[in-house]
Protein backbone atom coordinates (compact mmCIF):
# COMPACT_ATOMS: atom_id res chain seq x y z
CA UNK A 1 0.00 0.00 0.00
CA UNK A 2 1.36 3.40 -0.99
CA UNK A 3 0.60 5.09 2.53
CA UNK A 4 2.84 2.67 3.76
CA UNK A 5 5.73 2.54 1.59
CA UNK A 6 5.64 6.71 2.18
CA UNK A 7 5.93 6.54 5.45
CA UNK A 8 7.84 3.74 6.94
CA UNK A 9 7.93 4.89 10.61
CA UNK A 10 4.44 4.64 10.66
CA UNK A 11 4.39 1.29 8.89
CA UNK A 12 6.36 -0.17 11.79
CA UNK A 13 3.65 0.79 14.45
CA UNK A 14 1.04 -0.39 11.89
CA UNK A 15 2.67 -3.75 11.85
CA UNK A 16 2.99 -3.87 15.62
CA UNK A 17 -0.77 -3.32 16.15
CA UNK A 18 -1.49 -6.01 13.39
CA UNK A 19 0.11 -8.56 14.99
CA UNK A 20 -0.39 -8.25 18.70
CA UNK A 21 -4.06 -7.35 17.90
CA UNK A 22 -4.79 -10.19 16.30
CA UNK A 23 -3.14 -12.35 19.37
CA UNK A 24 -5.66 -10.32 21.71
CA UNK A 25 -8.34 -11.31 19.88
CA UNK A 26 -6.83 -15.07 20.34
CA UNK A 27 -6.36 -14.54 23.99
CA UNK A 28 -9.54 -12.51 24.62
CA UNK A 29 -11.70 -15.39 23.27
CA UNK A 30 -9.75 -18.02 24.94
CA UNK A 31 -10.47 -16.13 28.21
CA UNK A 32 -13.98 -15.61 27.66
CA UNK A 33 -14.22 -19.40 27.00
CA UNK A 34 -12.22 -20.62 29.95
CA UNK A 35 -14.84 -18.63 31.97
CA UNK A 36 -17.78 -19.37 30.80
CA UNK A 37 -18.13 -22.53 31.85
CA UNK A 38 -18.56 -21.10 35.42
CA UNK A 39 -21.63 -18.96 34.44
CA UNK A 40 -22.08 -15.59 33.07
CA UNK A 41 -20.59 -13.89 36.39
CA UNK A 42 -17.69 -15.61 36.00
CA UNK A 43 -17.36 -14.42 32.55
CA UNK A 44 -18.55 -10.30 34.03
CA UNK A 45 -15.49 -10.85 36.51
CA UNK A 46 -12.76 -11.94 34.06
CA UNK A 47 -14.00 -9.22 31.49
CA UNK A 48 -13.79 -6.60 34.47
CA UNK A 49 -10.58 -7.73 35.49
CA UNK A 50 -9.44 -6.51 31.61
CA UNK A 51 -11.58 -3.36 31.98
CA UNK A 52 -10.43 -1.79 35.55
CA UNK A 53 -6.63 -1.70 35.27
CA UNK A 54 -7.21 0.86 31.67
CA UNK A 55 -9.06 3.16 34.55
CA UNK A 56 -5.27 4.53 34.64
CA UNK A 57 -5.56 6.04 31.55
CA UNK A 58 -4.90 9.42 32.50
CA UNK A 59 -1.98 8.65 34.90
CA UNK A 60 -0.59 6.49 31.66
CA UNK A 61 -1.53 9.29 29.19
CA UNK A 62 0.97 11.46 31.73
CA UNK A 63 3.50 9.00 31.63
CA UNK A 64 2.93 8.39 27.76
CA UNK A 65 3.84 12.55 27.39
CA UNK A 66 6.71 12.25 29.51
CA UNK A 67 8.36 9.12 27.99
CA UNK A 68 10.37 7.88 24.96
CA UNK A 69 7.20 6.51 23.37
CA UNK A 70 8.67 4.07 21.91
CA UNK A 71 10.26 2.43 24.31
CA UNK A 72 6.99 2.48 26.51
CA UNK A 73 5.02 0.90 23.81
CA UNK A 74 7.79 -1.77 23.39
CA UNK A 75 8.15 -2.59 26.90
CA UNK A 76 4.36 -2.88 27.00
CA UNK A 77 3.99 -5.44 24.28
CA UNK A 78 6.82 -7.39 25.36
CA UNK A 79 5.54 -7.58 29.17
CA UNK A 80 2.27 -8.78 27.60
CA UNK A 81 3.98 -11.34 25.75
CA UNK A 82 5.29 -12.79 29.35
CA UNK A 83 2.26 -12.42 30.99
CA UNK A 84 0.22 -14.59 28.39
CA UNK A 85 3.37 -17.13 28.26
CA UNK A 86 2.46 -17.73 32.16
CA UNK A 87 -0.99 -18.56 31.39
CA UNK A 88 -0.22 -20.60 28.75
CA UNK A 89 2.30 -22.60 31.04
CA UNK A 90 0.21 -22.47 34.22
CA UNK A 91 -3.60 -22.50 32.86
CA UNK A 92 -4.30 -20.99 36.39
CA UNK A 93 -7.76 -21.32 38.21
CA UNK A 94 -9.86 -18.29 38.20
CA UNK A 95 -8.71 -16.83 41.72
CA UNK A 96 -4.69 -17.13 40.34
CA UNK A 97 -6.37 -16.41 36.50
CA UNK A 98 -7.41 -12.90 37.77
CA UNK A 99 -4.36 -11.17 39.06
CA UNK A 100 -2.51 -12.36 35.63
CA UNK A 101 -5.65 -10.89 33.45
CA UNK A 102 -5.26 -7.39 35.25
CA UNK A 103 -1.08 -6.94 35.02
CA UNK A 104 -1.70 -7.91 30.95
CA UNK A 105 -4.70 -4.96 31.03
CA UNK A 106 -2.34 -2.36 32.88
CA UNK A 107 0.42 -2.77 30.35
CA UNK A 108 -2.05 -2.12 27.44
CA UNK A 109 -3.05 0.76 29.12
CA UNK A 110 -0.06 2.18 29.40
CA UNK A 111 0.59 1.69 25.79
CA UNK A 112 -2.50 2.58 24.20
CA UNK A 113 -2.45 6.44 24.74
CA UNK A 114 1.40 6.85 23.22
CA UNK A 115 0.28 4.40 20.50
CA UNK A 116 -2.45 6.72 19.62
CA UNK A 117 -0.02 9.70 20.15
CA UNK A 118 2.51 8.68 18.11
CA UNK A 119 0.66 9.07 15.41
CA UNK A 120 0.86 12.62 15.80
CA UNK A 121 4.02 12.78 15.43
CA UNK A 122 4.58 10.12 12.25
CA UNK A 123 1.81 11.10 10.09
CA UNK A 124 0.98 14.73 8.39
CA UNK A 125 -1.98 16.44 9.62
CA UNK A 126 -3.93 15.88 6.11
CA UNK A 127 -2.79 12.56 6.49
CA UNK A 128 -4.14 11.31 9.52
CA UNK A 129 -7.43 10.51 9.45
CA UNK A 130 -6.49 8.20 6.99
CA UNK A 131 -3.52 6.58 9.24
CA UNK A 132 -6.50 6.63 11.74
CA UNK A 133 -8.41 3.94 9.90
CA UNK A 134 -5.36 1.69 8.69
CA UNK A 135 -4.78 1.36 12.44
CA UNK A 136 -8.33 0.63 12.77
CA UNK A 137 -7.94 -1.99 10.35
CA UNK A 138 -4.66 -3.10 12.14
CA UNK A 139 -6.12 -3.47 15.43
CA UNK A 140 -9.56 -5.02 14.40
CA UNK A 141 -7.49 -8.16 13.56
CA UNK A 142 -8.11 -8.64 17.52
CA UNK A 143 -11.82 -8.67 16.69
CA UNK A 144 -11.97 -10.84 13.43
CA UNK A 145 -8.77 -13.10 13.11
CA UNK A 146 -8.46 -13.22 16.68
CA UNK A 147 -11.61 -14.89 17.64
CA UNK A 148 -12.15 -16.79 14.64
CA UNK A 149 -8.54 -18.09 15.42
CA UNK A 150 -9.24 -18.82 19.28
CA UNK A 151 -11.94 -20.09 18.80
CA UNK A 152 -10.88 -22.86 16.61
CA UNK A 153 -7.83 -23.31 19.13
CA UNK A 154 -10.07 -23.54 22.35
CA UNK A 155 -11.82 -25.73 20.59
CA UNK A 156 -9.37 -28.56 18.94
CA UNK A 157 -6.10 -27.66 20.82
CA UNK A 158 -7.17 -25.92 24.18
CA UNK A 159 -6.81 -23.41 25.92
CA UNK A 160 -2.97 -22.93 26.47
CA UNK A 161 -2.69 -23.04 22.82
CA UNK A 162 -4.51 -19.93 22.36
CA UNK A 163 -2.41 -18.20 25.25
CA UNK A 164 0.62 -19.45 23.43
CA UNK A 165 -0.48 -17.51 20.53
CA UNK A 166 -1.34 -14.45 22.41
CA UNK A 167 1.99 -14.55 23.99
CA UNK A 168 4.50 -14.98 20.36
CA UNK A 169 2.39 -12.18 18.93
CA UNK A 170 3.33 -9.84 21.74
CA UNK A 171 6.95 -10.74 21.60
CA UNK A 172 6.78 -10.27 17.49
CA UNK A 173 5.28 -6.72 17.94
CA UNK A 174 7.84 -5.52 20.41
CA UNK A 175 10.40 -6.48 18.36
CA UNK A 176 8.65 -4.64 14.83
CA UNK A 177 8.88 -1.65 17.56
CA UNK A 178 12.66 -1.50 18.10
CA UNK A 179 12.54 -0.45 14.18
CA UNK A 180 10.02 2.89 15.26
CA UNK A 181 13.28 4.87 16.27
CA UNK A 182 13.18 7.28 19.01
CA UNK A 183 10.13 9.26 19.51
CA UNK A 184 11.42 11.47 22.98
CA UNK A 185 8.75 13.73 25.01
CA UNK A 186 8.26 16.97 23.19
CA UNK A 187 8.93 18.91 26.36
CA UNK A 188 11.63 18.73 28.26
CA UNK A 189 12.14 21.48 31.03
CA UNK A 190 14.91 21.68 33.32
CA UNK A 191 14.52 19.25 36.12
CA UNK A 192 13.83 21.65 38.79
CA UNK A 193 11.27 22.75 36.48
CA UNK A 194 9.62 20.10 35.83
CA UNK A 195 5.99 19.03 37.50
CA UNK A 196 5.86 15.26 38.79
CA UNK A 197 3.72 12.72 37.13
CA UNK A 198 0.63 13.52 39.33
CA UNK A 199 0.84 17.02 38.61
CA UNK A 200 0.90 16.10 35.47
CA UNK A 201 -2.24 14.06 35.45
CA UNK A 202 -4.17 16.81 37.35
CA UNK A 203 -3.57 18.95 34.54
CA UNK A 204 -4.42 16.35 31.65
CA UNK A 205 -7.94 16.16 34.04
CA UNK A 206 -8.30 19.75 34.48
CA UNK A 207 -7.53 20.10 30.38
CA UNK A 208 -9.74 17.43 29.55
CA UNK A 209 -12.57 19.08 31.44
CA UNK A 210 -12.34 22.57 30.32
CA UNK A 211 -11.59 21.64 26.58
CA UNK A 212 -15.29 21.23 25.08
CA UNK A 213 -14.01 18.78 22.76
CA UNK A 214 -12.47 16.10 25.12
CA UNK A 215 -15.08 16.86 27.59
CA UNK A 216 -17.67 15.81 25.09
CA UNK A 217 -15.71 13.00 23.61
CA UNK A 218 -15.01 11.90 27.57
CA UNK A 219 -19.32 12.08 28.60
CA UNK A 220 -20.20 10.35 24.70
CA UNK A 221 -17.68 7.74 25.52
CA UNK A 222 -18.97 6.86 28.59
CA UNK A 223 -22.65 6.71 27.63
CA UNK A 224 -21.77 5.11 24.60
CA UNK A 225 -19.83 1.62 26.28
CA UNK A 226 -21.33 1.47 29.37
CA UNK A 227 -24.77 0.23 27.11
CA UNK A 228 -22.51 -1.08 24.65
CA UNK A 229 -20.28 -3.37 26.65
CA UNK A 230 -22.90 -5.81 27.77
CA UNK A 231 -22.38 -7.34 24.29
CA UNK A 232 -18.90 -8.84 25.46
CA UNK A 233 -20.70 -10.38 28.25
CA UNK A 234 -23.98 -11.29 26.76
CA UNK A 235 -22.78 -12.83 22.96
CA UNK A 236 -21.57 -15.98 24.35
CA UNK A 237 -24.73 -16.93 25.96
CA UNK A 238 -26.87 -15.69 22.78
CA UNK A 239 -24.84 -18.11 20.53
CA UNK A 240 -25.02 -21.30 23.36
CA UNK A 241 -28.33 -20.86 24.75
CA UNK A 242 -30.76 -19.07 22.34
CA UNK A 243 -29.26 -20.21 19.43
CA UNK A 244 -28.06 -23.46 20.39
CA UNK A 245 -24.43 -22.81 18.77
CA UNK A 246 -20.86 -24.61 19.68
CA UNK A 247 -18.01 -22.88 20.43
CA UNK A 248 -16.52 -22.48 17.25
CA UNK A 249 -19.63 -20.60 16.33
CA UNK A 250 -19.06 -18.43 19.10
CA UNK A 251 -16.35 -17.35 17.70
CA UNK A 252 -17.44 -17.06 13.95
CA UNK A 253 -19.97 -14.38 15.42
CA UNK A 254 -17.77 -12.77 17.05
CA UNK A 255 -15.53 -12.93 14.42
CA UNK A 256 -18.63 -11.02 12.26
CA UNK A 257 -18.06 -7.74 14.44
CA UNK A 258 -14.56 -8.11 13.12
CA UNK A 259 -15.58 -8.25 9.57
CA UNK A 260 -17.59 -4.56 10.09
CA UNK A 261 -14.89 -3.55 11.97
CA UNK A 262 -12.68 -4.26 8.71
CA UNK A 263 -14.76 -3.76 6.08
CA UNK A 264 -15.65 0.11 7.59
CA UNK A 265 -11.59 0.71 8.30
CA UNK A 266 -10.84 -0.25 4.37
CA UNK A 267 -13.61 2.40 3.33
CA UNK A 268 -12.26 4.84 5.41
CA UNK A 269 -8.90 4.67 4.13
CA UNK A 270 -10.14 6.02 1.37
CA UNK A 271 -13.26 8.46 2.33
CA UNK A 272 -11.98 9.42 6.12
CA UNK A 273 -10.72 12.68 4.50
CA UNK A 274 -14.23 13.04 2.60
CA UNK A 275 -16.24 13.90 5.80
CA UNK A 276 -15.40 15.68 9.35
CA UNK A 277 -14.43 13.41 11.74
CA UNK A 278 -17.42 14.38 13.87
CA UNK A 279 -19.91 12.84 10.79
CA UNK A 280 -17.95 9.58 11.30
CA UNK A 281 -18.49 9.70 15.14
CA UNK A 282 -21.85 10.58 15.20
CA UNK A 283 -22.84 7.72 12.34
CA UNK A 284 -20.43 5.25 14.02
CA UNK A 285 -22.53 5.41 17.46
CA UNK A 286 -25.92 5.08 15.97
CA UNK A 287 -24.73 2.09 13.82
CA UNK A 288 -22.99 0.43 16.64
CA UNK A 289 -26.48 0.64 18.52
CA UNK A 290 -28.24 -0.40 15.53
CA UNK A 291 -26.36 -3.36 15.32
CA UNK A 292 -26.62 -4.59 18.68
CA UNK A 293 -30.37 -4.21 18.67
CA UNK A 294 -30.15 -6.65 15.60
CA UNK A 295 -28.07 -9.10 17.53
CA UNK A 296 -30.70 -9.21 20.34
CA UNK A 297 -33.36 -9.95 17.83
CA UNK A 298 -31.77 -12.57 15.77
CA UNK A 299 -33.11 -15.45 14.95
CA UNK A 300 -30.28 -17.57 13.31
CA UNK A 301 -26.84 -17.45 13.36
CA UNK A 302 -26.76 -15.67 10.27
CA UNK A 303 -28.72 -13.15 11.62
CA UNK A 304 -26.51 -12.62 14.54
CA UNK A 305 -23.25 -12.35 12.24
CA UNK A 306 -25.24 -9.28 10.38
CA UNK A 307 -25.87 -7.48 13.79
CA UNK A 308 -22.63 -7.77 14.76
CA UNK A 309 -21.24 -7.05 11.45
CA UNK A 310 -22.96 -4.23 11.43
CA UNK A 311 -22.50 -2.74 15.53
CA UNK A 312 -18.58 -3.47 14.55
CA UNK A 313 -18.74 -1.10 11.07
CA UNK A 314 -20.20 1.70 13.38
CA UNK A 315 -17.54 1.17 16.13
CA UNK A 316 -14.80 1.59 13.89
CA UNK A 317 -15.89 5.03 12.46
CA UNK A 318 -16.50 6.25 15.89
CA UNK A 319 -13.00 5.23 16.86
CA UNK A 320 -11.85 7.22 13.40
CA UNK A 321 -14.10 10.25 14.54
CA UNK A 322 -12.94 10.11 17.66
CA UNK A 323 -9.53 9.93 17.49
CA UNK A 324 -8.82 12.41 14.82
CA UNK A 325 -10.78 14.82 16.33
CA UNK A 326 -8.44 14.64 19.28
CA UNK A 327 -5.54 14.91 16.94
CA UNK A 328 -6.96 18.01 15.04
CA UNK A 329 -7.87 20.23 18.24
CA UNK A 330 -5.81 18.76 21.02
CA UNK A 331 -2.20 20.57 21.07
CA UNK A 332 0.41 17.69 20.59
CA UNK A 333 2.49 17.91 23.92
CA UNK A 334 -0.78 16.90 25.37
CA UNK A 335 -2.46 14.46 23.16
CA UNK A 336 -1.05 11.74 25.74
CA UNK A 337 -3.25 12.99 28.54
CA UNK A 338 -6.08 13.82 26.27
CA UNK A 339 -6.05 9.99 24.85
CA UNK A 340 -5.89 8.44 28.19
CA UNK A 341 -9.02 10.78 29.29
CA UNK A 342 -10.84 10.08 26.73
CA UNK A 343 -10.74 5.92 26.74
CA UNK A 344 -10.05 5.92 30.23
CA UNK A 345 -13.77 7.11 30.31
CA UNK A 346 -14.33 4.50 27.80
CA UNK A 347 -13.01 1.87 30.24
CA UNK A 348 -14.69 2.59 33.25
CA UNK A 349 -17.57 2.34 31.52
CA UNK A 350 -16.76 -0.87 30.25
CA UNK A 351 -15.91 -1.92 33.80
CA UNK A 352 -19.73 -1.19 34.76
CA UNK A 353 -21.08 -2.51 32.07
CA UNK A 354 -19.11 -5.67 33.31
CA UNK A 355 -20.81 -5.51 36.56
CA UNK A 356 -24.45 -5.50 35.56
CA UNK A 357 -24.11 -7.27 32.32
CA UNK A 358 -23.86 -10.80 34.09
CA UNK A 359 -26.81 -10.45 36.56
CA UNK A 360 -28.85 -8.67 33.77
CA UNK A 361 -28.17 -11.82 31.52
CA UNK A 362 -29.22 -14.05 34.38
CA UNK A 363 -32.55 -12.04 34.84
CA UNK A 364 -33.49 -11.11 31.59
CA UNK A 365 -31.63 -13.36 29.24
CA UNK A 366 -29.15 -12.44 26.28
CA UNK A 367 -31.58 -11.25 23.95
CA UNK A 368 -33.41 -9.03 26.36
CA UNK A 369 -30.01 -7.67 27.36
CA UNK A 370 -28.39 -7.17 23.68
CA UNK A 371 -31.79 -4.91 23.07
CA UNK A 372 -31.33 -2.87 26.86
CA UNK A 373 -27.94 -2.40 25.29
CA UNK A 374 -28.09 -1.27 21.76
CA UNK A 375 -31.08 0.86 22.91
CA UNK A 376 -29.35 2.46 25.63
CA UNK A 377 -26.57 3.01 23.09
CA UNK A 378 -28.52 5.84 20.85
CA UNK A 379 -28.35 8.25 23.98
CA UNK A 380 -24.35 8.38 22.84
CA UNK A 381 -25.51 9.79 19.41
CA UNK A 382 -27.83 12.23 20.86
CA UNK A 383 -24.78 13.64 23.27
CA UNK A 384 -22.11 13.46 20.05
CA UNK A 385 -24.37 14.73 17.54
CA UNK A 386 -23.37 18.34 17.91
CA UNK A 387 -20.09 18.99 16.02
CA UNK A 388 -17.37 19.83 19.19
CA UNK A 389 -16.75 23.65 18.52
Not at 287 to 304: D, E, K
Given at each position: ?7 P ?13 A ?9 V ?15 V ?5 L????L ?7 M ?29 L ?11 T ?15 A????RA????G ?16 L???T ?15 S ?17 P ?5 L ?63 M ?21 G ?24 Q ?26 L ?24 L???T ?6 I ?18
Open positions: MTFLRDLRFRYLWLSKAMSSGAGVGRTALLFAASSGPGAVSLVLGTALPLAGPAGAVADRDQRRLLAGCEAGQGIVYAVMALTQPPLPALPLVILASLLAFGAPAGKSAVGRLVPERRSNALLLAMNLQIIAGPAIGGVAGTGISVAFGVNAASFAVALLLTRLGPLAPLERPAEDRPGLADTISGLRYAKEHPVVRRLFLGMVIFVTFAAVDNVALVFLVRRALHGPTIEYGIVSAAFGVGVTASLALTVQANRMPAAFWLTGAIAGAVGMVLTGIAPSTAVACAGAVAGAGNTAALVGTDTLVQERVPEHMGRAFGTVYGGAQLASALSYIIAGPVALGPRATLIGGTGALLAAFVLRSRPA
